[in-house]
């Protein structure tokens, strides 16, 4: 008998038929003698309506207020859930992030868990109970209701599934698995059978939003292997786990990000100091700069240019105004038709010219390159927007081609 | 400065504009120096919405996990009205029944409150706030959350206002107070300066549903001054308390109750234990029985007719169709072509003479009488549903005419 913990996301119980699709998964795991803790996020667009409806009467309210707001949308998934589970003839039991033992930092709407105390889940299992758990939501030392911040619900299953020990921690959302590229986009694009924790990290940051990136750390902390797979279709997922021995692929994967500006600030006195000066502003206002490229001086100036988020873009503008006329540089100009496309890879580290390849493939399909930055299991680029697809599938046929 | 409890049901908030118009009532009153805590139900027709999706999926849902899914209700419409009072300045927190303080029994759907520790309220109030509790829902001993069965909310803020020893309970209702007959109905009717508990209950026990009946019980158990008033118009309401001093009517209002059936058993056996037997199944099925009327009994047969709640007809029936047949009784017939109309007052007490001024009443209107039942400060009849309404103008008319 093994504990399982079963992550579903809003758009698996959206509807009454797939609040039911979701319990009969459940069930079938019961049904093969595992302890199962189901974890749930709110249904379909529950979670936008409340926070639109909060906004109609006040778009400044206070972060505390909020929470408790669209806390009620989990609460409102996980009785219905749990109903589905009675209604097939199952003992249940739903669960709020307080009475599951999720105590959390008190920053409301992007709290951190801080322990989970599952006493009371613990119980219901051992009376033979399927335990349905809201995700996303905690409590603070102060007994109010905190949120996680978007995605937090895998955060959550992960949190059980580290707490309780669980054997397996699986993540069903609307996608078969992990791809070696945008399946949707590129017609040959693999499923892995799996893939390590820092490939996954680099992944999920790169943009492809399989995974929460908060829950993959603290899988890869805790070392609890998870399993990313469709709810609506029955086929094994992709496996994340501390080494992905299965496959000697040089690399796993081909991420896009269109969320993403260039900044170029050109004329910075070619002195120390200016650099450092400019992105300390940035990181007070809490803005993640991504790649950075720095122009060799000339005639006492150089440029340098940096990415960030594409939301982020109009702050980087108002922040820097100021210190870019003060110190006499020529110009700020800043773009966000570009793309970022990476390739992510253990198996680089240990291989050579994996990143030229990947700019022969550009090479061959005539796209540009920016701006370049490497880690030791990742290369991205900075390309033109609009080359962003067909640069994706000229990586990826360069890399997966049979 | 005083500590006052003010309670608003869900037509009072049911879109932002009311929520806002509650948030001004209760900003004034804290203005004046109050301590202000503020009891809200569900907006509108949220409880109602949630149990039809509850319905969808499972109508034979667990009573438990259903309090799960309305409690949501009220934690949406706490937190919309605490930002609306955020919006207009003021400090403010909201509180779920269980943050409040609300133990309850774990009778689920239909809770009763057993304590009410009103820490945290008190709290919040010495920090200045203004304290938002979610009315209807509390938590019983196993840590579950529970609901109060409609009309819960008026309990929790008597509770409340018990628990805290408040100076003044304030129910906001869509009337402007309690009237001496349906206002929408009687066109002279008129509103009561005051009403002692006693006549409230049996008003409210008479289908002038502006009172819940449990926690005018409550009210009167803890001595707690109620003030019944509208949250749309600003006008002084209704106070009910002890004794009401301010006004010497003999009787406080007519009330119309067409929530009603009648039965009659014809042909039962004229000796002892067979009216016994037949209301204790009624009992044990707590179908609670009004009105009783027993022929005198002839050719050693007699018949009984008793009042239930129109709800429960099909109950009776089949719960005393194997008796009725035993005993050889003749027949059983049931009407809910019938209505009670009822005068409440405890000044008829010590005056003779109001039973028969209804009934004269009643007969200047032509108006048959089925069953007629009396206690100290109440007359009810039984007439023809078709009736009713010309039977409580008569009647007002009687005793309220200038």
């Not at 603070?140 to 955060?155: A, E, Q, W």
């Not at 004329?267 to 502003?281: E, L, R, V, Y």
Request: overall charge neutral.
């Amino acid at each position: 008998m093994s504990l399982i913990v079963q992550k579903f996301g809003g758009s698996s119980v959206a509807d009454a038929e797939r609040v039911f699709n979701v319990a009969r998964i459940v069930t079938e795991t019961y049904d093969k003698g595992n302890d199962v803790v189901v974890v749930v996020s709110a249904q379909g667009d529950t979670t936008d309506d409340l926070i639109a409806k909060g906004n109609e009467i006040n778009p400044n309210a206070s972060k505390r207020e909020r929470d408790m707001l669209v806390s009620a949308g989990e609460q409102i998934s996980i009785s219905l859930l749990a109903m589905a589970i009675e209604k097939l003839g199952y003992p249940v039991i739903s669960l709020l992030g307080w009475q599951a033992g999720f105590l959390t930092s008190s920053s409301h709407t992007s709290a951190r868990i801080r322990r989970v105390t599952p006493n009371r889940i613990r119980k219901e299992l051992d009376k033979k109970c399927i335990v349905v758990v809201a995700g996303f939501q905690g409590i603070s030392r102060y007994d109010d209701i905190t949120t996680l911040g978007r995605g937090g619900s895998d955060t959550s299953a992960v949190a059980i599934a580290a707490a309780m020990h669980a054997d397996l921690c699986q993540i069903y959302t609307d996608v078969e698995g992990v791809y070696t590229a945008d399946p949707r986009k590129v017609p040959n694009a693999k499923k892995l059978q799996d893939i390590s924790y820092d490939e996954m990290l680099e992944l999920a940051t790169l943009g492809a939003q399989v995974l929460n990136n908060r829950s993959v750390e603290m899988a890869k902390k805790y070392n609890i292997e998870l399993e990313v797979l469709s709810s609506l279709v029955k086929a094994p997922g992709t496996i994340v786990k501390e080494k992905s021995k299965m496959e000697k692929m040089l690399i796993s994967g081909v991420a896009k990000d269109t969320d993403v500006a260039r900044v170029s600030v050109i004329g910075i006195p070619d002195s120390p100091g200016f650099a450092f000066k400019m992105f300390s502003k940035l990181s007070t206002k809490n803005i993640n700069v991504d790649i950075i490229l720095q122009s060799i001086g000339r005639d006492g100036k150089k440029d340098i240019s940096f990415t960030v988020a594409a939301d982020r873009a109009d702050e980087v503008k108002s922040a820097l105004k100021d210190y870019i006329e003060n110190i006499g540089a020529k110009d700020m100009v800043c773009s966000t038709e570009v793309a970022k496309i990476s390739i992510v890879g253990a198996g680089m580290e240990s291989h050579a010219g994996v990143a030229t390849k990947m700019f022969e493939a550009l090479y061959d399909a005539q796209i540009n390159i920016q701006m370049i930055a490497t880690s030791e299991i990742k290369v991205s680029v900075l390309i033109d927007k609009k080359d962003a697809d067909r640069a994706v599938t000229a990586i990826h046929e360069k890399f997966f081609a049979e």
